[in-house]
């Protein structure tokens, strides 16, 4: 699957009613280390049918950046049924990605 | 077994891997995290030579992809522990062994903690250890920031500009910075000095709204969205230091070549013990580490 931009406008239907889980991926255009992990949510995509990846850029979408209390990126929530089951801030590896994601 | 291994793909390691394979070497380069160490923070770098601007970002991936391209190998794996035997080295990952014949450290520093209680729930919840990373999430708001070194005098100038009062706490009465960015300090009305005083706790449920300011025996609140740390660095020194010496500080020691105490190990890169941590003096080690190991390896 590929990665699914998200904004303010279409947070609802790909986030909170997905019936899969999804992984948020906060981040904006100047963080370095969101462009690290750019590429690897990228290749875990491809790898990974059971989770949808979204990205929101919190320049863009200061309100969900502010209602999921982000305040350092990169920052990654996995959501479950609407709900945020966990996050992790800050760059870490793949492999932490994937155990983030969990099964 | 490899000729060299670089541990940490830093700016420091990823210019030893772009020396030694140019050398003909075979080269692995184990990094725990991803390429591009702490570079990969600065937003703007403006004092490397012939680049007027360039991301940290954009540097650490044009050298990665420079090293890459000439075949240097680079696996994501930490290392957990070195050992010097009678004909090779030996370095040890969670799941791996790797054999070499010269091995360069270039681990690095990590952010030094408070090591207070609540520091780790309060991580991108109101603790930061970058302003010009988390700054712009705090417009407007009140905000402190604590250490008294350049680092910390930066981000609270930096921080001037985003944010409403900046509070600047600092354990003694004097900043060890330079006098260029003292100057600037006082000369911004937004930013208060909260001297010769310590932090004592972090206040908050979901995330930091006050700090506890301990100053002559007496505990002062103040009410904050945010804590930018700023209190130095601490080599990455963990998997080193009970075979390789290390100076007050757990800097790595070495002569002048890089060459740590025990034959075939080098050092390169913000873990050495020097006077001046940067881009240029981390591939120059670089630099300079892989030409050692390679004479090392030839003799």
Redesign the interface.
């Known amino acids: 699957m590929k990665i699914i931009n998200v904004d303010e406008d279409n947070f609802n239907e790909e986030v909170i009613n997905s019936k899969q889980k999804v992984l948020i991926d906060f981040n904006a255009t100047w963080c370095g280390p969101c462009k690290m992990i750019g590429p690897v949510l990228e290749k875990i995509a491809e790898q990974n049918d059971n989770i949808k990846i979204v990205s929101i850029d919190v320049d863009n979408n200061q309100d969900l950046a502010k209602e999921y209390n982000v305040f350092s990126i990169p920052c990654l929530v996995v959501v479950k049924d609407g709900k945020e089951i966990k996050r992790n801030v800050g760059l870490i590896s793949k492999n932490e990605i994937e155990e983030l994601i969990g099964e | 077994m490899y000729d060299i291994i670089i541990i940490g793909a830093g700016p420091a390691g990823m210019t030893a891997a772009l020396y030694a394979k140019r050398a003909n070497k075979k080269v692995l380069v184990l990094e ?5 160490g702490q570079i ?4 703007d770098i403006e004092n490397y030579p012939t680049q007027e601007h360039i ?3 954009d540097f ?1 991936t044009k050298l990665y992809n420079q090293i890459t391209e000439l075949g240097v190998e680079i696996i ?1 794996e930490k290392v957990i522990s070195i050992e010097n035997l009678k004909d090779y080295k030996k370095v040890n990952t969670k799941n791996n062994i790797y054999k070499a014949k010269a091995i360069i450290i270039a681990t690095g520093t990590d952010n030094r903690k408070l090591n207070i209680e609540n520091e780790d729930k309060f ?4 603790i ?1 250890y970058c302003a010009t ?2 700054g ?3 417009k407007n708001k009140n905000v402190c920031v604590v250490g008294g070194g350049n680092t910390a005098l930066e981000e609270a100038i930096y921080l001037s500009n985003i944010c409403n009062t900046v509070y600047l706490i600092h354990r003694r009465d004097k900043f060890r910075a330079d006098q260029i960015l003292i100057d600037k300090l006082n000369s911004i009305s937004n930013i208060k000095l909260v001297l010769n005083a310590t932090i004592n706790k972090l206040n908050g449920n ?2 930091l709204d006050s700090i506890d300011i301990l100053s002559n025996n007496k505990i002062d609140t103040i009410s904050t969205d ?1 804590l930018f740390i700023a209190i130095g660095k601490i080599p990455m020194n963990d998997i080193f230091k009970d075979i390789i010496e290390i100076d007050e500080y757990g800097y790595i020691v070495s002569d002048k070549l890089c060459h740590t105490n025990i034959p075939g190990i080098f050092v390169a890169g913000d873990i050495r013990e020097k006077s001046l941590r940067q881009l240029v003096t981390a591939t120059s080690d670089g630099a300079l580490a892989a030409t050692e190991a390679v004479k090392y390896i030839n003799q």
């Open positions: 725990a995290l991803n390429y591009g990969i923070n600065t937003v991301s940290g970002y650490a994501e991580i991108g919840k109101g930061s990373c988390d712009s999430f705090y979901e995330k945010a």
